[in-house]
């Protein structure tokens, strides 16, 4: 079965993809798949994000799909329902971990602060969403946390670049970083899918 830190080691970028038409889900995982990417998060921060986790579900298995932005309970049982193979939060709550944990499913829950990060040890949890990350200290506070906490693994999302990738990689207790620069919204807009498919070959070469 995958746990959360299989997720890490999917690959160095975990695409963070906003979909506003469920048409473009397909294509959209196909370019990535092409790149090199096996992953892809969908972000429910859209009325069709479910359907764009069925049709990549079905029409695209080769592909680990998963739900991002699950804030309740709903979320995690409808993403689930949706066929997501995993479940990304940005934060956490009793309600929605224990919902989260009730799907059978994967998944990173987000952590901003050691308290945090210790609460979600407790619950044996070793795979978390570090979010947001440059906000939250970025690689300072990764690099400051590995020595009390050496056990939990990071997946740091939020303000992360191309650039600044490399940087966080490095470091021993980050597994991936979450990056939305893989689907920029002009090129989905203008299915230009090659465009993505030449962004996911450089992040597949951040590794």
Request: one cysteine or more; glycine letters at 12%; a negative charge.
């Amino acid at each position: 079965m995958t746990t959360g830190s299989d997720l890490l080691d999917l690959s160095p970028v975990m695409p963070v993809v906003v979909l506003d038409d469920p048409a473009d889900a397909v294509p959209t995982a196909r370019a990535l798949l092409a790149g090199g990417v096996p992953v892809i998060e969908l972000t429910l921060r859209t009325d069709t994000a479910l359907e764009s986790i069925r049709r990549i579900a079905a029409e695209v298995p080769e592909i680990v799909v998963g739900a991002g932005t699950v804030t309740t309970p709903r979320h995690a049982r409808q993403a689930a329902e949706a066929g997501a193979g995993f479940l990304v939060t940005p934060g956490v709550t009793d309600a929605v971990l224990d919902a989260a944990a009730a799907t059978g499913l994967p998944f990173l829950p987000g952590a901003s602060t050691v308290s945090e990060a210790m609460r979600l040890a407790e619950r044996g949890l070793g795979a978390l969403k570090f979010f947001p990350a440059e906000a939250s200290g970025g690689t300072d506070f990764l690099r400051s946390v590995a020595g009390p906490l050496p056990a939990l693994r990071f997946c740091p999302t939020g303000g992360i670049t191309a650039g600044s990738a490399g940087g966080y990689l490095a470091l021993p207790n980050v597994g991936c970083v979450g990056g939305s620069w893989l689907t920029p919204k002009d090129a989905v807009a203008a299915r230009n899918f090659g465009k993505i498919e030449l962004l996911a070959k450089q992040a597949a070469a951040l590794r």
